[in-house]
């Protein structure tokens, strides 16, 4: 069984983190056997540098190739998998193959699978997913090939690459038409409050639930020494923020909100699974919709004001009964420290 690892060379050559996972998988279902790569993007040269020792290593790369953008993408990823001859396609699930993964697919006579947690390769390659907003855990098998496969980032280690010399990179021609070019990129928006709060390799989720744009214990409102206190402790430990659907629901309901969440910080049922190895939940009541998103988080902790809220009954490792603007000020204040 060939394998073939699909990823993208970032906007600086750099090859992401998430395809390092990706390749842990690969090497799982090539049972030890060298995995082919493929790479695209403007310059593939440090993202091929980055795989050290590595298998056959192919490569469509170019200006028109730079941005992500479906068309140039998908005839690239084609391409790629053609010229290798793989029959299993192991993919990051970023947001630039997420897009393109099922036309790939199509365009090869193959099938996809997204949300991949698991592989093994005994009598055959399988694959454990999830359905229903990772509620629902299946195994499959599939008889199709090639079947190319989207890996959740956060559910492999990082491969460690292999030592020795830089592997010869076989290059394709591959030109795209003014027709895969039509979607150009204009520049790059930062997120109005300036601030960088989601982080993937944070070691740390801290999420804050609707109870900080609620009345506090003198029956008023504190939103604005809210948003301060969220932003101390992000600045002070790198964690990543998350919050619930209830709070980012909140400003179309007329009440004051924190003005640097959006619904890209969502964790739960409707919102992200992020992967951190710890996860710290203040003014959040825990509920199932909650705990959905807080599924792959390794080590559970809490800060609530309610001694019988839902993260007490079991889903935390760790209750902290206090309130939630004393605790963050003080645990900021000794992590600046």
Known sequence: MTVLLLAHADLDGSLPRAALEALS???VLSGGKPVAVGLFGADTAKAAAALGSAGRVLSVQGTAFGPAR???????????????????????ATSRLARVAA????????RVDTHVTAVTADGGASVT???YRQRIEARLRRAQRPWLLLVDPGAFPPAQPGGGAIPAVEQLAVEATPGEQRTTVQGLRAPASGEQTIRP???????????WTKKQADGQLHVEEAGRLILGMLRASGASLGTSKSLTDQAGEGQ?????MSHLNQVGQTGATPRHPKGL???CHGEEPHVV???FIRERRAVNLDPNCGWARGKADVLYVADAYKVVGTLTELLKK
Do not use: I, M, Q
């Open 281 to 283: 939940a203040t003014c």
């Open 129 to 131: 997913r999830w359905y």
């Open 25 to 27: 998988a690969a090497r």
């Open 70 to 92: 479906y068309g140039s993408d998908a005839a690239a990823a084609t391409a790629l998998v053609k010229a290798s001859g793989a029959e299993v396609v192991v993919a990051p």
């Open 103 to 110: 036309g790939v697919a199509h365009r090869l006579g193959g």
């Open 256 to 260: 004051k909100v924190l003005d640097f």
């Open 293 to 295: 998103g807080w599924r």
């Open 201 to 211: 390799d944070a070691n740390v989720l801290f999420v804050a639930g609707a109870g």
